[in-house]
């Protein structure tokens, strides 16, 4: 047993106490003439034997108490949720406890510029995630999203559901609906707009039921891990998954209990941070699928993603190009979507402010439902963190083309996680 | 000058002289309490683990990637569980800004969105205390921490940190770099 050092010296004092007790006894007893003790000397003996008997129960004592403080500290070390009197999680301060709970929503006022729009104030998403620690290498995390459609009416969305096994650093599993890995920004942020710089998403990156033109959510199975590489610092991502619903636009685009075909999308990414630039990051991804347009013959699909991104508490720059390539089973004349975006911010003291500038051209075709064509420009913005956990965003849109009507104008945003 | 003024000058000389000499024997007192030699033991960090740890020494981004939980297991496979000191001490800001280039409040974030993006499973515990860090440390296998250099002890073993500078300093605290 290990034991700390003020345990040892107590313990060492005791036992040197009990030692010289002893010795002290056995001296008295080899007095002159190796006479048997008189009465006197039994008592003393007898007091002595009392007192050593009592030090070995104090060590005893430490022994057991040290015992339970190190048992104490491992049992914390595993279940956060907890600890012993004097630790706590760092997060807990924040509201993160066993079954670690944490919201995040936002209120928008927008002020459209293009005719068709009216200005108006919206509640953005009630975004709860939800994480745990089930075991040793186990864990789960789920984020469930409140929000109101068109109609004004409230529906409720499990965005993320995932049971994740993390043995070591080089191999992590999840199983569950998860964000695609294609690009950077799709995992990097996921429903709290708390955590963006800006208010919202590119748009190359907009949600499923927002008008996205990618598979954002996939229902399947994700594996990611660092790479042996030194300094280079690879990591990877595999993914398979339902992938995206393709019979009607009308439908769910998230296969979520049910695969329109027996075909699975797959993914796989390969991104590398190297470990001496902190926040420098570089990757690359290919996703493929096969949809299964109504009354169309099939589509295979193929979406390359290149990302770079710098990005530092004080400074952050953020590039990324997607190409969305459909080729028709019938055909080979296979149509290609561009897109990217550029975005950067640099923070000074509680203000930060940020340029983004997007770019999409997407050829007409059935897999979106509607024609987008091309869509460019500026967005321009500041955020102000008026608190640790509250930001105050205001931000002006001016893009160019089909998509212009749903995001040009003014937005006044009041974002908070609690 | 007559000789009654230059009699009356040269007390007035040593008396400036000697306040002078008292103002720069305080100022360089002042500067031994107020900045000690950064070599001294209570000026610097130790990276703290447990005795049973078979690692001596961590490259300085090794220590940054424990401690934004990127690395999440040692050499051995044994779970890293990372030991702090509360929010405000001089130790957790030096440690903050001179390994991960952060402030308190960017860590926090950072720790948020890792778990968000669920890449984290387990946060920093904190202990109030230095005792309490070493006692973590002592008692867990896979615990790292930190405290000042003169605040360590033998139950716990102190890590060489590596890197390419030589020395970094910040709050007053200095985390030596060989």
Redesign the interface.
Known sequence: M?L??STRRRCACAWSAALVAIAGSRAQAQTPAQTTPDQPDRALIQQLQKRVDELEQQVKDLQAQAAE??Q???R??EA?AQ?PE???????P?G?GGL?I?GFNDIDFHAYRDNGQVNTFSLGQLDL?L?S?LA?DF?T?GEVVFEADENNGFGVDVE?L?L?Y?P??WFSL?VGR?HTAIGFYN??Y?H?NW?QTATGRPFIFRFEDNGGILPVHGVGVTVQGQIPSGAAGLHYVAEIANGRRSGSPGDEPVQNVEDENAHKALNFALIT?P??V?GLQAGISVYRDRLEPADRPAIDETIAAVHFVYQ??VFEQLAEAIFIRHVPSDTDRATTTTTFYTQTSRQLGRYRPYFRYEYLDAPPGPVFGNDLGRSYGPTIGVRFDAA?PVAIKVEYVRLTGSIRAQTNGLTVQFGF?F | MSERCRAGAAPIAGLILSIGAACAAAASAGQATARPPLDSPHSSLAIIVN?QNTIDELPL??L??ILLG????WPD?R?I?VA?RDTGQAERNAVLRLV????D??F??????A????TL?????????PN?VR??V???P??IGYVRGDEV???VKMLRITGTLSEKRAFGLTLPIK
Do not use: W
């Not at chain 2, 990127?70 to 297991?73: L, Q």
């Open positions: 290990r700390t050092p403080e190190r104490a500290a491992e914390a070390a956060p600890p004097g630790m706590r999680d760092m997060l807990t924040l993160l670690q944490r995630f994480s620690r040793s864990s995390i993320r995932l994740q993390s070591n650093d999840g998860f995992t990097a996921h709290g955590f941070r470990t001496r902190l530092i508490p640790p996680t | 005795t981004d090794g940054r990637r990127e690395t999440t297991r496979g779970r569980t702090m991960c280039s952060m402030s409040q960017d926090t974030r950072y720790l948020l969105q778990t968000f993006r669920g499973q387990t946060s920093p515990k904190i202990l109030d205390t309490g006692r973590f002592f008692n867990v896979g615990a002890d033998g139950s």
